[in-house]
């Protein structure tokens, strides 16, 4: 027979099917810790109020702590023979210490409970989450530090636009990296509230102290409102919106990091432990990881859609489809978490081919707008100056020439007001380093942004 909590006004068994599909053992024994963790609290809480006897409290706690050690070691196995983690786990403390175990769900209620320990499980993932972002940060910023003055195209619709550097492409993705982790930042402090002491759904009439639990748990504070507590998933929304945006930005990298990898740009080289060959063509060397990333973001979505659908029709308070808000946030979770550490080792060992980088920079007419620039300071009204060079950037598609590659004579021949400072103040370098209005890609801009990030990541 199936251990129950509820056995008491059923005279029929529950259909074994009915049962299983019922239960959630299967996906809520990964908040054991958080379970256990809450019951610690309620206990301790139950005692200093003299609701259950300070012995009584001591022994739960006692008791609590020993299966917690237990399940850590190995030496106790969560089994489906218990329909969820919080029946688990009293059973086992009744075993344990008889009566008092009896005591421990005085005033509690698995809504409130299952609230409490899905809120602690999520405030856990969301420090990890958060961590793992920070290490990619720094990855991202090591390699800014060493490229300031690596030219690249940069690209709008994917056609060459104007020369950047790779720290500065970079630092395109630190910014969206660090908007994800104040994100996270800001969901944590509005979710810090503790919905323990709401009971099923209207709290209950024995005198819990909810500030001490809260504070016991390390909250800002209680929930103010029981039947909101114990059916709010708000913040699992949230969490995973933010674990899209963060799939989002790493699919957009992944697919750039594809496109640099291919034949065709080979911009980089990814390491031969981030990529996978064919099983039929030899000379295959994939970006699978990358691929997958992109892929996986999907699955993400996926998750967020499926719990915002499952919520839109919950009548207040605690109704059991919310019981599906688990498995698919574990699942995000778990394949963010993945793919940030992975993209991590992918960037940090992948190899820059800066010659070709910088080649096709210089060979896109990526500095066709300062040779523009360049008429307008000596005079040409900054229209007819675009007509110039683009006369100019066609006779060099036609003749296979880069501008810096014109002689003067060529130039002179679509324009007299070029002069020999033409190729200086086209050339990659100078393109790039004088741009230095805040954000751009100029070596002391650049600099002045380094030196924030690396104060933003020591805080
Ligand atoms: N397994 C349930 C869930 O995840 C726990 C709450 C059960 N409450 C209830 N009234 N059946 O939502």
């Not at 329909?83 to 509690?108: M, P, Q, S, W």
């Amino acid at each position: 027979d199936n251990m129950k909590l509820w056995g008491g006004r059923f005279t029929k068994e529950t259909d074994k099917l009915v049962y299983n599909f019922n239960a959630s053992i299967s996906f809520d024994q990964k908040f054991f810790r958080q379970d256990i963790q809450g019951s610690i609290a309620h206990a301790t809480m139950l005692g200093a109020q003299g609701i259950i006897s300070k012995d009584d409290s001591e022994k739960i706690v006692a008791g609590l702590k020993s299966i917690l050690e237990d399940i850590e070691s190995g030496k106790l196995e969560i089994t489906d023979e218990y329909e969820d983690i919080h029946t688990f786990v009293e059973a086992n403390l009744i075993e344990r210490i008889g009566d008092a175990g009896k005591r421990l769900h005085t005033g509690r209620s698995r809504n409130d409970q299952v609230a409490l320990d899905m809120k602690l499980y999520t405030r856990d993932e969301i420090g990890n989450v958060d961590e793992e972002l920070r290490e990619l940060l720094q990855v991202i910023l090591r390699i800014m530090k060493e490229n300031v003055e690596t030219y690249m195209p940069g690209f709008t619709h994917m056609q060459k636009a104007q020369p950047v550097t790779v720290a500065h492409h970079f630092g395109a993705y630190f910014e969206m990296f660090k908007r994800d982790r104040s994100r996270l930042s800001d969901i944590f402090a509005r979710m810090n509230y503790c919905p323990l002491g709401s009971g099923a759904l209207a709290g209950t009439t024995y005198p819990l102290d909810r500030e001490m639990t809260a504070r016991l748990l390390g909250f800002t504070g209680p929930t103010l409102n029981s039947m909101d507590s114990v059916s709010d998933r708000d913040y699992l929304i949230e969490f995973l919106d933010a674990l899209s945006i963060i799939m989002m930005h790493l699919s957009r990298f992944s697919e750039e990091i594809i496109i640099w990898n291919s034949n065709e740009y080979k911009f980089v080289e990814l390491d031969d432990a981030y990529s996978t060959g064919s099983s039929i063509m030899p000379q295959k060397k994939n970006p699978d990881i990358a691929e997958l990333v992109r892929g996986k973001t999907g699955r993400v979505y996926g998750a967020l859609m499926s719990l915002l659908t499952t919520m839109k029709g919950i009548p207040l308070a605690y109704d059991k489809d919310i019981q599906e808000d688990k498995e698919l946030t574990f699942d995000a979770i778990d394949t963010a978490k993945g793919c940030i550490s992975l993209f991590k080792g992918m960037i940090d060992t992948m190899t820059l081919n800066k010659d070709i980088m910088e080649a096709s920079a210089k060979h896109g007419f990526t500095n066709a707008t300062d040779a523009a620039d360049y008429l307008v300071r000596k005079g040409v009204p900054f229209r007819d100056a675009h007509g110039i060079i683009g006369q100019l950037v066609l006779y060099g598609i036609e003749h296979h020439k880069a501008l810096d590659d014109f002689t003067l004579d060529e130039y002179k021949a679509v324009c007299d007001v070029f002069d020999d400072d033409i190729y200086d103040a086209i050339s990659l370098k100078t393109c790039v380093e004088k741009r230095l209005t805040i954000g751009a890609p100029g070596k002391s801009a650049m600099d002045a942004v380094i030196a924030q990030y690396e104060q933003y990541l020591a805080e």
